[in-house]
């Protein structure tokens, strides 16, 4: 398969400056996205996996700064942009929802309105005919009632139906890449499976590239075609959904299965992680950061990180994998 | 196992705008039995967040029985419940840990509150007892003298945990305690109730939206849906061998890694009914059931034996 | 402590005009404190020999038409002046945030009568009103104080009802009552020490306002009275001098009123950043 990746992410750095030193955010993070793939970013808080959807779609906070890499989207680099040029790209070939979708809506603007919007500015619909193109979206995101819902606001939706809202922002331009940021955190589990569903289909029908930005292991698993595990700013393991549960290799990976509920059968087979994340401002961190909590630590972890092939589209960061 | 919490038809109706009636808790009944952990789970708006409020006593219940232990607590006005001698009976871990605490107020401000309140300890007494808890709780007694933007998600949960069982509750609520952590977090805050539990000897009345963690800790479960128990039984069961549709929707709802532990997809489409003024004789779920008689429109199900423990409100289970 | 104070020193640095402010706001404090003690001359006596003299190494800022130096008058008045402001901001914030906290915690009947009550007195033109209060009330300072804080009250209550509001559904005050705090306890012990915050800045802000509010009382007759020096009677005097060309006599006193009125909106301001950040740290 020599077909040219919808995203190339390579070495990519990123640095936040805060009052209490530089923190080296994200080091050397690369991984790629083929068309028609969903492949999920997992992590715990801090392991940057959010800052690396932001950083390819040029969202960072202020006191972020990209210090190397490439972000390869369409023959461009997405890094290399300026403002102006991912304005265009964004909303229309490249997407993005969030967590709580509530908040990431207009609150004074009619949901049917925010569709439209995007419609006209990116899709190249006119005004005339984008609220009839608005409903139609509404349509296919399953909303029941959709020509009464068009005229609703936010508030007046529930959580799963604004997420629905969101996406159908998100995918009126049929964009070639959505990035989804933990979007059914926090709805409930029947919502969760629907809202994971509806965007599985319609990525599937459109031959459009997800990535999926979560913490929750098995909702990956289930949904997503790669899993490309993170922790503390590196990339330590990326695979098939299916090998990474059943023969994890790098350690951490090991770790977080054994700390997810629901794959074990009582609660004293849950084992919880040792230690804690480095300090991320420290100018002397390792080049494997997982290994101050690493059991199987060797001296050769003090070595730069290899990216060891294991497996069919199975990658590993580590010099001691299980 | 002898009953502590009894809950006889208990039930909380709103008013809202044109003297409608919102049915937020209506006629349930359970009980809790001494040392036992049960899961309560219902989608949002099922109407887990104002049970609960009725049973730790925040809030009046319009109808009912809440009795604990045999002493009837349903009469007593939520409004004065704080100076009862009971409330230190019922206590509540929270979902949002940094949201309970109160930022003025440092960890070690917020374990000695009830103890003051409720157990009239002072001075020296008073300091050991919550270094004592921090001790149980695996928080660092150098951390009590922080504020809680000083710490961490599982410190604060922790500092949730110690003020909760400080007054050493016979029945501890929990409201999705580990819901904002870590899963490796979770996986200590987790296994640390379990210990309380024993040590202490409470009850726990387990509120959460992660199935999976319900699994775990709970002895049984009651599944809520609009109002109403629709399903209640032992754990395992009720994983193992859903009856009730809303059951088996949610169920099979739990993202599962492995293709061969997929319990076959019931998929829900549509909104719940509205809680307001509902029709008596209408199934609640009715309209978002897959399977849906003329039957359901007709006759509200009721909750009936389903095999020894168990429990099914529904007309085909 | 120490990391509030390091705090400070990173507001400070950022913000030069608040360390301005700071500063100004201590030499009034001293001017308040010891202003009878290092007043040059005694405020109250006067000299008809020295009368309407301009500003000169011996009165550096002229003298009355008395002949009372004006720069020990100017500098004695900053305690009256400053107690009367600090008196009315502290009566106005424990009748309005007192009030206020317990309309937006309880709601129901307390939040209409306090809402009402704000409501009348806005109703009115705020220094209208005050003038009538002191006028019906006696012509005393203590009048100027009650005045004040009744017009303040309003802005008080309203802030303290809107924070309530937002910390009554807050998982801590929940707790607070999980943990035996009966009502009282809830709002005393645990919402108001959250909204003490914003309240200060709310006070610092108005002192400013207050400082205002006294002069221009004894601007026009009410409240304080000669021959106490307090800059709003000063520059009354002085207004009569300013077209035979006396113009020191209401310059000063009005210097001093205006940099007091700015010390406080920037102390405020200061006081803002300093408080609300302190819970990113």
């Given at each position: ?10 070495d990519?750095s990123?640095e936040f400056?805060?009052?209490a030193?530089?923190?080296k955010?994200l080091?050397r993070?690369?991984?790629q996205?083929d ?7 997992v992590?715990?808080?801090?392991s940057g ?14 006191a972020g700064?990209v ?9 461009a680099d ?7 040029e ?12 969030f967590?709580n979708p509530r908040t990431a809506l ?5 949901v049917?309105r925010q ?7 990116h ?11 608005a409903v139609?979206m509404l349509?296919?995101v399953?909303?029941p009632?959709?020509e009464?819902?068009a ?5 007046e939706?529930?959580?799963g139906?604004?997420q ?7 995918l009126?331009?049929?964009?070639a ?7 059914t955190t926090g709805l409930?589990v029947t919502?969760?499976?629907v809202i994971?569903?509806l ?5 599937h029908e ?9 913490h929750d292991l098995a909702?990956?698993?289930e949904?997503c075609d790669?899993i490309v ?5 590196h ?11 059943t ?9 977080l299965?054994?700390a ?5 059968a009582s609660l ?14 420290r100018?002397?961190?390792p ?5 101050s ?5 060797i001296?050769d ?6 990216q060891?092939?294991v497996?069919?589209?199975h990658l ?7 | ?5 009894d809950i006889?038809?208990l039930a909380k ?5 044109g003297?409608r009636?919102?049915?937020?808790v ?5 009980t ?7 899961g309560l789970?219902?989608?949002s ?8 409020r009725l049973?730790?006593r925040?809030l009046d219940?319009?109808s ?9 607590l349903?009469?007593l006005?939520a409004?004065?419940?704080a100076?009862?001698?009971h ?6 871990v ?6 309970s ?5 440092t960890?070690?401000?917020a374990i000695?509150?009830p103890?003051?309140?409720l157990k ?6 008073l300091?050991?007892r919550?270094e ?13 003298s ?9 410190q604060?949960?922790?500092v949730?945990?110690a ?5 050493e509750p ?10 904002a952590l870590d899963v490796s977090?979770q996986v200590?805050?987790l ?8 040590k202490l ?9 992660d ?14 849906y ?8 032992p754990a395992a069961e009720i994983?193992?061998?859903?009856r009730?549709?809303?059951t ?8 599962q890694?492995?293709p ?11 909104e719940?009914?509205?809680?307001i003024?509902?029709?008596?004789s ?11 008689e003329?039957?359901?429109?007709a006759?509200m199900?009721?909750?009936r ?9 529904c007309?085909f289970a | ?13 950022k913000?030069?005009?608040t360390?301005?402010?700071?500063a100004l706001f201590a030499?009034?404090?001293?001017a308040?404190l010891f202003?009878p003690l290092?007043?040059?001359y ?9 009368a309407?003299?301009?500003p000169s190494?011996?009165?550096?800022f002229?003298?009355?038409?008395l ?9 004695v ?7 009367i402001?600090?008196?009315?901001v ?8 007192l009030?206020g ?5 309880f709601?129901?009947?307390t939040?209409r ?5 704000a409501?009348?007195?806005m109703a ?18 203590t009048?100027?104080?009650?005045a ?6 309003p802005l ?5 009802r ?7 559904e807050?998982?801590f005050?929940?707790a607070a ?5 009966g009502e009282?306890?809830?709002?005393l012990?645990h919402?108001?020490?959250n909204?003490?915050?914003i309240?200060?800045?709310q006070?610092?802000?108005?002192m400013?306002y207050a400082?205002l509010?006294?002069a ?9 009275r000669?021959p106490?020096a ?6 009354a005097e002085?207004?009569n001098f300013?077209?035979?060309?006396e113009?020191?006599i ?20 200061g006081?803002?950043d300093?408080?609300d950040?302190?819970?990113?740290t």
């Amino acid at each position: 398969m020599t077909a040219v990746p919808t995203l190339a992410v390579d070495d990519l750095s990123v640095e936040f400056r805060t009052r209490a030193g530089t923190v080296k955010v994200l080091e050397r993070v690369g991984f790629q996205v083929d068309k028609g793939e969903t492949v999920a970013l997992v992590g715990e808080s801090g392991s940057g996996k959010s800052v690396t959807a932001f950083a390819v779609m040029g969202i960072l906070d202020p006191a972020g700064k990209v210090t190397s890499g490439r972000a390869m989207f369409g023959g461009a680099d997405l890094l290399a942009l300026s403002e102006a040029e991912l304005a265009e790209q964004r909303g229309r070939e490249l997407s993005m929802i969030f967590q709580n979708p509530r908040t990431a809506l207009n609150p004074i603007r009619k949901v049917g309105r925010q569709i439209a919007d995007v419609l006209v500015r990116h899709g190249g619909a006119t005004r005339p005919d984008a609220p009839r193109l608005a409903v139609d979206m509404l349509k296919k995101v399953r909303i029941p009632d959709p020509e009464r819902r068009a005229e609703a606001y936010p508030f007046e939706l529930s959580g799963g139906m604004c997420q629905r809202i969101m996406i159908a922002i998100a995918l009126a331009c049929r964009p070639a890449l959505l990035i989804a940021d933990e979007p059914t955190t926090g709805l409930d589990v029947t919502t969760q499976a629907v809202i994971m569903d509806l965007i599985g289909e319609l990525a599937h029908e459109s031959g459009m590239a997800t990535i999926f930005i979560t913490h929750d292991l098995a909702l990956a698993a289930e949904y997503c075609d790669r899993i490309v595990v993170m922790h503390a700013g590196h990339i330590v393991e990326s695979a098939p959904a299916g090998t990474l549960f059943t023969m994890p290799r790098h350690p951490y990976s090991a770790k977080l299965l054994a700390a997810t509920p629901g794959e074990t059968a009582s609660l004293g087979q849950l084992a919880s992680i040792p230690g804690g994340l480095p300090d991320l401002r420290r100018p002397d961190l390792p080049a494997c950061r997982y290994s101050s909590r690493c059991e199987r630590r060797i001296d050769d972890c003090r070595r730069p990180l290899p990216q060891r092939e294991v497996g069919p589209r199975h990658l590993v960061a580590c010099w001691n994998p299980l | 196992m002898s009953a502590l919490l009894d809950i006889a038809e208990l039930a909380k109706r709103f008013e809202v705008a044109g003297r409608r009636l919102l049915h937020a808790v209506d006629e349930v009944t359970f009980t809790i039995g001494r040392g036992e952990t049960v899961g309560l789970v219902g989608e949002s708006g099922c109407g887990k967040s104002t049970l609960v409020r009725l049973i730790n006593r925040l809030l009046d219940p319009t109808s009912g029985s809440i009795r604990l232990g045999g002493a009837e607590l349903a009469d007593l006005r939520a409004r004065s419940f704080a100076a009862n001698p009971h409330r230190a009976r019922i206590q509540m871990v929270f979902q949002d840990a940094g949201d309970s605490l109160n930022p003025r107020y440092t960890a070690a401000d917020a374990i000695a509150d009830p103890i003051r309140r409720l157990k009239h300890l002072k001075g020296a007494a008073l300091r050991q007892r919550v270094e004592a808890l921090a001790d149980m709780t695996g928080l660092p007694r150098e951390l009590l003298s922080r504020f809680p933007h000083q710490l961490s998600g599982g410190q604060k949960a922790r500092v949730g945990i110690a003020r909760a069982i400080a007054v050493e509750p016979e029945l501890l609520i929990l409201d999705e305690p580990t819901a904002a952590l870590d899963v490796s977090v979770q996986v200590l805050i987790l296994k640390l109730l379990q210990q309380l539990k024993g040590k202490l000897g409470m009850s726990y009345l387990f509120v959460s939206h992660d199935l999976n963690v319900v699994r775990l800790l709970c002895d049984r479960v009651l599944v809520m849906y609009l109002g109403k128990i629709v399903e209640q039984g032992p754990a395992a069961e009720i994983f193992g061998d859903p009856r009730h549709p809303y059951t088996r929707a949610l169920i099979s709802a739990i993202p599962q890694a492995d293709p061969a532990r997929r319990i076959g997809r019931l998929r829900l489409g549509g909104e719940p009914r509205s809680p307001i003024d509902p029709d008596p004789s209408v199934c609640r779920f009715y309209g978002r059931c897959p399977r849906g008689e003329p039957r359901c429109a007709a006759e509200m199900p009721l909750l009936r034996s389903a095999g020894p423990a168990r429990q099914v409100a529904c007309h085909f289970a | 402590m120490l990391p509030l104070l390091r705090h400070a020193r990173y507001v400070l640095s950022k913000n030069p005009v608040t360390g301005l402010a700071f500063a100004l706001f201590a030499l009034f404090l001293v001017a308040a404190l010891f202003g009878p003690l290092l007043a040059p001359y005694n405020p109250l006596q006067s000299n008809s020999a020295m009368a309407l003299r301009p500003p000169s190494a011996a009165h550096w800022f002229g003298t009355d038409q008395l002949g009372r130096d004006i720069f020990s008058r100017v500098l004695v008045a900053t305690r009256l002046d400053l107690s009367i402001a600090f008196a009315s901001v502290v009566l106005a914030f424990l009748l309005g945030a007192l009030s206020g906290v317990a309309a937006g915690y309880f709601g129901g009947w307390t939040d209409r009568v306090v809402g009402r009550l704000a409501d009348t007195i806005m109703a009115f033109p705020l220094f209208v009103l005050a003038m009538g209060i002191v006028a019906a009330l006696g012509n005393k300072v203590t009048n100027i104080v009650i005045a004040t804080a009744i017009i303040n009250f309003p802005l008080y209550a309203r802030v303290a009802r809107a924070e309530a509001n937002v910390r009554r559904e807050a998982g801590f005050v929940e707790a607070a009552r999980l943990s035996g705090n009966g009502e009282a306890r809830v709002v005393l012990g645990h919402v108001l020490p959250n909204i003490m915050p914003i309240m200060m800045v709310q006070m610092s802000l108005t002192m400013g306002y207050a400082i205002l509010n006294a002069a221009g009382l004894s601007f026009i007759g009410l409240g304080v009275r000669p021959p106490d020096a307090e800059w709003g009677i000063m520059v009354a005097e002085g207004a009569n001098f300013i077209q035979s060309g006396e113009w020191w006599i209401a310059l000063f006193p009005g210097a001093a009123l205006m940099l007091a009125v700015f010390c406080f909106n920037l102390l405020g301001d200061g006081l803002r950043d300093l408080i609300d950040p302190r819970k990113r740290t």
